[in-house]
């Protein structure tokens, strides 16, 4: 996309881009002063929030159309203009530069000029994009360096920024970075993933592992370097450590309420445990009597099987001898000492 259309987009309401979470910054019924309107997107959504919007926009047919959102167009040069000059004295409570000032040839020179045009309590909201997005890292180890459309590298686009780069920039113009957010974009997601995939998966791996690796942009809140500006730090700081404690202490809570649930589940695993190995003992103490008893059995099996065999080899006898001895005499003296032999057994 060419043309004033490639400045074009919608903001959900409801959405986590970059545009909101300016917007949040903003607030609303503020009177603002808006660096580089493009067609004015950003323009009508801090209308809509109750703002009163001056805006300042170098291309003509651009300024035009985001004018109808404006209290006041300026078309103007942001690398040339006299703030202070243009805006006769005028003063705003939030100075918006969204993606606009690594389109500038001397970023830092416009925000020292914005200092003169900032209510002394007044903030800069800034959204950033983020040269050290790994997307772009791969695309440099790939040896490329491809402008594109839109985007990290957008045509457009005359200087680039880290974290710290910005940090020292609004330091070195007389700003006080209060507030840091980020729109985060992975790099598969972004128009460079091509280099992205292209490196090896350790390289990758690598890449993914550091922090700012997949931030797309950075939002950045500012306010003027003095004694009100220092202030307004100190405040931000007390609110971010208050706000660390209070998570901290939820964490806590979450973490001991786990502790008193785990050793709760713990409490009640050992008496199932003592209850089965209570369990386990009874069953040990009745199998070992069962095998006694079947080892008593077994004897008793044993000895009459051996009784039943003497009896066999006698009966064998009686018959080969049956010549000397009546057949039922004999049977008779056999049948006394099996009976002598199972009364004895049965009296024991």
């Not at 402008?147 to 609004?170: A, N, P, Q, V, W």
């Not at 998966?201 to 370097?225: C, S």
């Not at 713990?266 to 079947?294: C, M, P, S, V, Y």
Request: hydrophobic share 40%; aromatic share 4%.
């Amino acid at each position: 996309m060419t043309g004033p259309h490639r400045y074009d987009y919608a903001i959900d309401p409801n959405g986590e881009s970059t545009a909101n979470k300016v917007l949040r910054r903003v607030g609303r019924n503020r009177r603002v002063l808006e660096l580089g309107t493009a067609l004015g997107v950003m323009t009508r959504a801090m209308k809509e929030q109750g703002c009163s919007v001056t805006g300042i926009e170098i291309d003509p047919a651009l300024a035009e159309e985001a004018s109808r959102h404006c209290e006041r167009m300026i078309v103007a040069d942001l690398d040339q203009i006299d703030l202070a000059d243009a805006l006769g004295g005028a003063r705003f409570e939030v100075i918006v530069a969204a993606d606009v000032l690594e389109h500038l040839r001397d970023p830092r020179g416009i925000l020292e000029k914005a200092r003169a045009v900032i209510e002394p309590d007044g903030l800069a909201v800034l959204s950033i994009p983020n040269v050290a997005h790994a997307s772009i890292v791969a695309s440099l180890l790939c040896g490329r360096f491809d402008y594109c459309e839109k985007g990290l590298l957008d045509r457009t686009h005359l200087r680039f920024f880290t974290r710290s780069g910005i940090e020292d920039m609004l330091l070195a113009a007389g700003w006080l970075p209060i507030a840091w957010e980020t729109h985060r974009v992975p790099p598969l997601e972004t128009e460079l993933a091509g280099h992205w995939l292209a490196q090896p998966p350790h390289i990758r791996g690598h890449l993914a592992m550091q922090p700012e690796a997949d931030v797309y942009q950075f939002i950045v809140t500012a306010a003027p370097a003095g004694e009100t500006g220092w202030q307004v730090l100190l405040r931000s700081r007390t609110h971010e450590l208050e706000e660390g404690l209070h998570a901290t202490q939820a964490e806590l809570e979450r973490r001991n309420r786990e502790h008193e649930a785990t050793v709760a589940d713990l409490r009640e695993h050992q008496k199932a445990f003592a209850e089965a190995r209570n369990w386990i003992g009874r069953l040990q103490e009745e199998l070992d009597e069962t095998k006694k008893a079947l080892g008593d059995k077994q004897t008793e099996l044993e000895k009459a099987v051996s009784e039943c065999a003497s009896l066999a080899g006698e009966l064998e006898a009686l018959r080969r001898s049956s010549s000397e001895m009546p057949l039922l005499a004999r049977l008779g003296a056999v049948a006394h000492r099996l009976l002598d032999r199972i009364s004895g057994r049965t009296s024991k």
